[in-house]
């Protein structure tokens, strides 16, 4: 009897397409920023880490800054079989986001919260997630209490533990910034005052009214009123930001010789409302008052303050 042996040698045949599939959200957020095309002395840029710390720099007319958050990526391996993948961002440039009526911002430097080493676990539980930041530039800005958003590009490169790499796997993330108008400032110019100048002392009260655009009348003057002038006040901000100023109650000056009072009323600023800043970015606010001086005041100088506020 003859025995005949066969080997039966059993070939597997392993094929494998390693892919990696990307979600991203939220928005990278910028935050909110207050901008003036006139302003020179702010910040141009905002910058988001994918920590979430936000720091401005550049020079321009960002204001000020509040807000803004990291975006987050989520990443999910279509190999069950592969056991590590680095993902790290490849390359971004430069991307304009337009938004009509409020303006245009320009996106760069994605960045990832580190070069990832995943694990498949990892993936086949849910999917990996990282942070992800980027710098935000202002180019220009049409419009206030509007938002800026939308999507740009960029592009992951992964390498896999088995070889399998992929130099510029897309990356689309949504972007977006509040933009609001920049703060008003209330300076009072240097040198000015309200200037009630000098009077005589008589046997009946008098009152003196300086106009806030600096001409003057008076009751029962004794004497002409010399040396008498408006207040002055620069309002600064941007082309077109209306401001109101708030009414000034009266107050009292004060004899530095004696304590004697003397009241101060019906103060008028040279516009009340519906103020509007022109187009060189600065407003000269003038203010004028009313002095009572009864009979009884004594001889001396008198001096005091008042408030001026402004809404905006």
């Known amino acids: 009897m003859r025995y005949i042996s066969v080997l039966l040698i059993l070939c597997l045949v392993c094929v494998r397409a390693f892919g990696l599939q990307i979600t991203t959200y939220p928005t990278i957020q910028f935050g909110s920023i207050s901008y003036g095309s006139s302003v020179s002395t702010g910040k141009n840029s905002v910058t988001v880490s994918p920590s979430g710390t936000v720091s401005t720099a550049g020079s321009g007319g960002i204001v000020t800054q509040?807000?803004?958050?990291?975006?987050?990526?989520?990443?999910?391996?279509?190999?069950?079989?592969?056991?590590?993948?680095?993902?790290?961002?490849?390359?971004?440039?430069p991307q304009v986001i337009t938004t009509p009526g409020c303006g245009s911002i320009t996106v760069n430097n994605f960045v990832l919260a580190g070069s990832l080493n995943l694990l498949t676990l990892t993936f086949l539980l849910g999917a990996a997630e990282t942070t992800v930041g980027a710098t935000m530039t202002v180019s220009n800005i049409t419009g206030y209490n509007c938002t800026i958003s939308g999507t740009v590009n960029g592009a992951l490169a992964y390498s896999t533990l088995a070889g399998d790499t992929n130099p510029n796997t897309p990356l689309n993330v949504n972007v977006s910034v509040n933009v609001l108008p920049p703060p008003l400032t209330l300076k009072h110019s240097e040198g000015a005052s309200l200037n009630f100048g000098t009077l005589c002392r008589g046997s009946v009260t008098q009152t003196l009214t300086v106009a806030a655009d600096g001409t003057a009348s008076g009751s029962n003057l004794v004497c002409p009123a010399q040396g008498y002038s408006a207040d002055q006040f620069k309002v600064d901000g941007y082309n077109g930001a209306s401001f109101s100023v708030s009414s000034i109650s009266s107050i009292q000056l004060t004899n530095s010789a004696d304590g004697t009072k003397l009241t101060v009323d019906n103060f008028t600023p040279s516009c009340s409302s519906n103020c509007t800043i022109p187009a060189n970015g600065s407003y000269t606010l003038r203010v004028g008052g009313r002095l009572t001086v009864p009979a009884s005041a004594t001889a001396g100088t008198y001096t005091g303050t008042y408030p001026v506020t402004i809404t905006y």
């Not at 987050?72 to 440039?93: G, Y």
């Open 66 to 93: 509040t807000g803004g958050a990291a975006g987050k990526a989520a990443f999910k391996s279509t190999d069950v079989l592969e056991l590590l993948v680095n993902v790290r961002v490849a390359s971004t440039t």
